[in-house]
């Protein structure tokens, strides 16, 4: 009741002096959110100023912990337990509406959710090669005006010329902001959490992997921490056209030009599913039929991804000093559940991509015994493009995250297994416009609630890339390598000049009309994660 608020909220009120004094600061945090939190249930005009006050300031004691921080695990590990600071704060300015003007309260609640997102990841680019005249500026992890600050990132966002959707997941609500390349940006709120949103992505995703071929299934088993679900057997269609109507609810979609390109800023396990699977009407009618799409962990990420050098490969004759192609390495081995090592079987067909891709870019393909761990890290820092044909594995439990690797030839010095954590602390800083990862999963990873996916897509974008090409699920051979020949074909070859997204559109057109590939599973995986 009122007055048993009242009391609980003087006593922390109370007690923040004693933790200052203590020199506790993750507790002083703990009790200024836990005053924020009251007073924003309230929600009267007072109550509301309040608690955009104290939840600022659990922000500022955040940031002040993180100066402290060192190293990037230790960083997320801080990260992803503040989301309800930066959840609560952009709460509490819509709530503001009528009080400040709906533009401002739109502008700050914005601005206070990026800086709940992938600031771990943000630090990593912004350190990285791009000259510092073509950085975008920094976010301030405190203090400023919300207000103004989420205008300059608007007004940033709009220079891209494509509509961008962000999601802010809560535990009982999705906030969702439209930025148009021109007029008033929308804002949609939808009764629905985090957790009803993860069972419907699961339902649509365990649907999707019972067609993980025997190869990938029996690959499964000897691998250890990847498992194969068994599928749901009704409920698929249903909780995705659910999951639209949440995610892309009928008043937000009138506002989205009808074809072209969407960036789509996903949010915990949004990241997990394709938009393009997504059913906007009755008739089946996907939102991907209509609309290439591109996504980025947070607009500031993205922003960082469009600052950095825009290759001239496209405009330039391939050469084997900017390309960088492996296609089947003599395979590693890892260990198994049973505790033995297991050699990773042999992929012919991605043999024969590697050989497609160099014929059309130029320079030889890295494939058996040529494609050692040791030469790929040596010739990654100067490829504009890079293309992996290979196995790949994603581990979702957070303590694997840094183990997830993508499979090189072993040799005396290293062991085959390029993972997150070798990318991400041995690599030299990359020039690449885009990293191709055409192996099973390299999109996934474990999920922390403010940082994103910990996945070889985040590491690949915080070591320079522009842009990364990752799978969100297991994919077919056959169908992966028309994939990949279509893309380059379209990226390379068409009189328009589409850009890599519309290119990777048209190319999983091309797939879907080829007999025997029509379900989503063999053409939706792969997505463009950063830049244009």
């Known amino acids: 009741d009122t007055a048993t608020t009242e009391i609980y909220t003087l006593s922390l009120h109370d007690a923040l002096p004693i933790l200052r004094r203590l020199n506790s600061p993750l507790e002083e945090s703990r009790a200024l959110l836990a005053t924020a939190t009251i007073f924003l249930r ?11 006050a104290y939840f600022d300031s659990a922000a500022t004691v955040r940031a002040r912990i993180a100066g402290h921080v060192t190293g990037d695990e230790n960083r997320l ?11 609560g704060w952009s709460d509490a300015w819509l709530a503001r509406e009528n009080e400040v003007g709906r533009g401002p309260a739109i502008d700050a609640a914005l601005a206070a959710a990026e800086r709940g997102r992938a600031q771990a990841l943000l630090d990593l680019m912004q350190g990285g090669t791009a000259a510092a005249s073509a950085r975008p500026p920094r976010i301030p992890s405190v203090g400023g005006d919300l207000a103004a600050e989420g205008a300059r990132l608007i007004a940033a966002a709009r220079g891209m010329g494509s509509p961008i959707i962000e999601y802010l997941l809560a535990k009982d609500s999705t906030t969702i902001w439209l930025i148009p390349p021109s007029g008033a940006v929308q804002v949609s709120r939808q009764a629905a959490g985090r957790d009803s949103i993860a069972e419907l992505i699961r339902v649509i995703r365990n649907d999707i992997d019972a067609s993980r071929t025997a190869n990938r299934a029996n690959l499964s088993r000897v691998v250890e921490g990847v498992g194969v679900d068994a599928p749901d057997s009704v409920g698929a269609a249903v909780a995705a056209r659910a999951l639209a109507g949440i995610l892309l609810p009928p008043a937000l979609r009138a506002r989205v030009p009808t074809r072209g390109e969407v960036v789509i800023l996903p949010h915990g396990s949004i990241a997990l599913i394709p938009f393009s ?13 209509d609309h290439s799409i591109r996504y980025a962990p947070s607009l500031a990420t993205l922003l960082a991804a469009e600052a950095r050098p825009r290759s001239a490969f496209r405009l330039a004759k391939p050469s084997a000093v900017s390309t960088l192609i492996v296609g089947n390495p003599d395979m590693p081995s890892i260990p198994g559940e ?19 891709i160099a014929a059309r870019l130029g320079g030889r393909p890295l494939d058996g015994k040529s494609a050692l761990e040791t030469e790929v890290r040596w010739r990654l820092g100067n490829a504009q493009v890079a293309h992996f044909a290979t196995h790949g594995f994603a581990y979702s439990l957070e303590a ?3 183990s997830s690797f993508i499979a090189l030839a072993p040799g005396e010095s290293n062991d085959g297994l390029l993972t997150v954590g070798e990318v991400l602390d041995e690599l030299p800083p990359l020039k690449a416009d885009l990293i191709v990862l055409s192996a099973c999963e390299t999109g996934l990873g474990s999920i922390k609630r403010g940082e994103g996916t910990l996945g070889l897509q985040r590491a690949f974008l915080a070591k320079g890339a522009r842009t990364v090409l990752v799978s969100v699920w297991s994919v077919d051979d056959d169908a992966t390598r028309l994939l990949m020949e279509k893309f380059y074909t379209h990226w390379l070859d068409d009189r328009d000049d589409p850009g890599k997204t519309e290119a990777l559109h048209r190319a999983q057109a ?7 590939f029509e379900h989503p599973r063999f053409w939706a995986a792969f997505q463009l994660v950063g830049a244009k």
């Open 42 to 52: 309230r929600r009267s005009h007072g109550d509301l100023k309040s608690a955009i």
């Open 400 to 402: 694997r995250a840094r």
């Open 77 to 87: 590990n801080l990260e992803s337990s503040s989301g309800e600071i930066f959840e």
């Open 510 to 516: 091309d797939v879907r009309a080829t007999a025997g």
């Open 277 to 289: 699977i997504l059913p906007v009407d009755s008739s089946g009618k996907l939102f991907g039929d």
């Open 338 to 356: 049973d505790g033995v090592r297991h050699r990773l079987p042999s992929l012919p067909q991605a043999e024969r991509e590697a050989q497609q």
